[in-house]
């Protein structure tokens, strides 16, 4: 077998891609600041694959966040476009990965207690890198550990949540929402059922408004206006 491989820098430098922003809402313009690309060919007889390998640092037109791009493809990933038209099927790969429209609790992660910021932001994780059942597992175990964090009382996660309504930490509304990510989050664990990417895009700012009320904005009165 051969093989050949061909390295090019900055090929696309400055080029602009509309792509899913980890701050901004949505997708933006990108500018790529530095491109690596990387062309190759694999033959044995009659036999031939060719590959390609793009890596771009690009940078967000509107808050200027850096990340990491990369996009590959081969000859044997195609699909139909039309009768005599193939196209080539391209996996692309955003880092830090993220989902388009969704804005994290970004810089205020600081003022959550430090169990719930841990599993906050391992939910997270499995979230942006479709990893739907671990995502919904995650979103149940960040509602239990608020409960910890607040002391709740109850035999079992459905009691606890109640108890946050009598302590007047949750309204009756807030806890029915939050019920439904525990089922959400049960359904993951117990059944290794997965929820659609905006089933659980929406349950995570449900749970991000929850720790914006408990935590967050009763943590900035404080240091602003004194306890």
Partial sequence: MASTKNVELNKSQNAELELPCIKCSGKTTHKVLVSVDI???ETDGDWSLQWCDDYQIVECGGCKTKSFRNVSSNSEDYYRISDTEYEYDELELLYPSRIEGRKTLENEEHYLPVKVRGIYKETLGALNNNSPILAGIGLRALIETICKEKNAEGGNLYAKIGDL????????????????????????????????????GLAMEVVEHVLNDIYIIPTKVDTEFGS
């Fill in 39 to 41: 062309r190759g060919e």
């Fill in 165 to 200: 309504v009598v302590k007047q930490i949750l309204t009756p509304a807030g806890s029915s929402i939050l019920h439904k990510i525990r089922t959400l989050g049960n359904d993951a664990a117990h059944e290794v059922k997965p929820h659609s990417e905006k089933q659980l």
